[in-house]
């Protein structure tokens, strides 16, 4: 396994920490997280993050350096990420970057449009025209200024919705086009990458025993002490799955069980998505399906040893 960025995706649950953890020691590697909720503090048990042990085994980058109240975008983890993976190939060791935010992992690979900043005034009308009129009305203006950002944005996405109109009406030009001038921030040669999609029956399994594991070892709590805040609910980390389901149970708006069992039923639904977002938009990716830690390991182990070409072919850019 020679030097390079390990690139290691998938849902939620399906052991790609681990894998990372276990490749960062085999290979003296150093894990940067590509997870948007695990770069916030306050969410180490909502968002699965590994523990102190586990960090102190190997170098980790950017998991639980941000205040719940600092809402990160994709542009600044991609700064961070970037200036991560150049100090360790400053020290000439190889990078694992893992996690379950797909749009990381793009932004990564194919680059993140050089938009300027979009005036408050412009995303609130947006918002509100979402709020007021509904996803239709909404979708009907975007196409009008931006038709291939509409077609290619999944029912039900608002954040990406009401950002594509407001980029729009902004610049005067669509978000498509700023997209289409990108270039990636690391070099196709220089990168391999993964998913791990294990059989859905057997994720939704592991979802739903982390659950009850997270319940048992102060996820409550630590749900509960975050929307004791009272921050915008627009946050990132006020997103988090699980956090308004389990803060139900402290208010007595649910039992515990209730609670857990609205957990897990939103969680099987975020990883549903992942799943759908990583089989469209990285399909050449290679897949590891196994689900226990062992047996990821050997496939990743057999998936290391083919040709790079073999691996992965070229990054199809994806309007």
């Given at each position: 396994?020679?030097?390079?960025?390990?690139l290691?995706?998938?849902?939620?649950?399906?052991?790609?920490s681990?894998?990372a953890?276990?490749l960062a020691r085999a290979?003296?590697g150093?894990?940067?997280n590509?997870d948007?909720?695990?770069?916030y503090r306050?969410l180490?048990?909502l968002s699965a993050?590994?523990?102190?042990?586990?960090?102190a085994s190997a170098p980790h980058?950017?998991f639980?350096i941000?205040?719940?109240a600092d809402g990160?975008?994709?542009g600044?983890?991609l700064?961070?990420a970037?200036?991560a993976?150049?100090?360790?190939a400053g020290?000439?060791?190889?990078a694992?970057?893992?996690?379950?935010t797909g749009?990381?992992?793009r932004?990564?690979t194919?680059?993140l449009a050089?938009?300027?900043a979009i005036p408050?005034a412009?995303?609130?009308?947006?918002e509100?025209?979402?709020?007021?009129?509904?996803?239709?009305a909404?979708r009907a203006?975007?196409?009008?200024l931006?038709?291939?950002?509409e077609?290619?944005?999944?029912p039900?996405?608002r954040?990406?919705?009401t950002?594509?109109?407001a980029?729009a009406?902004?610049?005067g030009?669509?978000l498509?086009?700023w997209?289409?001038?990108?270039r990636?921030?690391?070099?196709?040669d220089?990168?391999r990458a993964?998913v791990l999609?294990?059989?859905r029956?057997a994720?939704y399994?592991?979802?739903?025993?982390?659950?009850?594991?997270?319940?048992?070892t102060?996820?409550v709590?630590e749900?509960?002490?975050?929307?004791q805040?009272?921050?915008?609910?627009r946050?990132?980390?006020?997103?988090a799955?699980?956090?308004r389901?389990?803060?139900a149970h402290?208010t007595g708006?649910?039992?515990?069980?209730?609670?857990?069992?609205?957990?897990?039923?939103?969680?099987r639904?975020y990883?549903?998505r992942?799943?759908?977002?990583?089989?469209n938009?990285t399909?050449?990716?290679?897949r590891?399906a196994a689900t226990?830690?062992?047996?990821?390991w050997?496939?990743?182990?057999?998936?290391?040893?083919?040709p790079?070409?073999a691996?992965?072919?070229p990054?199809?850019?994806?309007p």
């Amino acid at each position: 396994m020679e030097a390079r960025i390990w690139l290691i995706a998938g849902p939620t649950a399906s052991g790609k920490s681990a894998l990372a953890l276990k490749l960062a020691r085999a290979i003296g590697g150093e894990i940067v997280n590509a997870d948007a909720l695990q770069l916030y503090r306050d969410l180490r048990i909502l968002s699965a993050r590994p523990t102190a042990e586990e960090e102190a085994s190997a170098p980790h980058h950017l998991f639980g350096i941000a205040d719940a109240a600092d809402g990160w975008s994709v542009g600044r983890w991609l700064t961070a990420a970037s200036a991560a993976l150049a100090e360790i190939a400053g020290r000439g060791r190889p990078a694992i970057v893992v996690g379950g935010t797909g749009l990381y992992f793009r932004a990564l690979t194919e680059g993140l449009a050089d938009i300027p900043a979009i005036p408050r005034a412009a995303r609130d009308a947006a918002e509100q025209q979402f709020d007021s009129e509904g996803e239709s009305a909404v979708r009907a203006a975007l196409a009008t200024l931006d038709p291939h950002a509409e077609t290619r944005i999944s029912p039900g996405d608002r954040q990406r919705l009401t950002r594509a109109l407001a980029v729009a009406r902004a610049t005067g030009r669509p978000l498509s086009a700023w997209q289409a001038e990108t270039r990636p921030a690391i070099p196709a040669d220089a990168w391999r990458a993964l998913v791990l999609e294990p059989p859905r029956e057997a994720l939704y399994a592991r979802i739903d025993a982390r659950l009850i594991a997270m319940a048992e070892t102060g996820a409550v709590d630590e749900a509960t002490a975050l929307m004791q805040r009272g921050l915008d609910p627009r946050l990132p980390a006020m997103k988090a799955v699980g956090l308004r389901e389990l803060a139900a149970h402290a208010t007595g708006e649910a039992t515990l069980e209730e609670a857990i069992a609205a957990a897990q039923q939103a969680t099987r639904r975020y990883a549903k998505r992942q799943l759908t977002w990583f089989r469209n938009q990285t399909p050449d990716w290679p897949r590891i399906a196994a689900t226990e830690a062992e047996e990821q390991w050997v496939a990743f182990q057999a998936f290391a040893k083919r040709p790079t070409a073999a691996a992965r072919p070229p990054v199809q850019r994806r309007p």
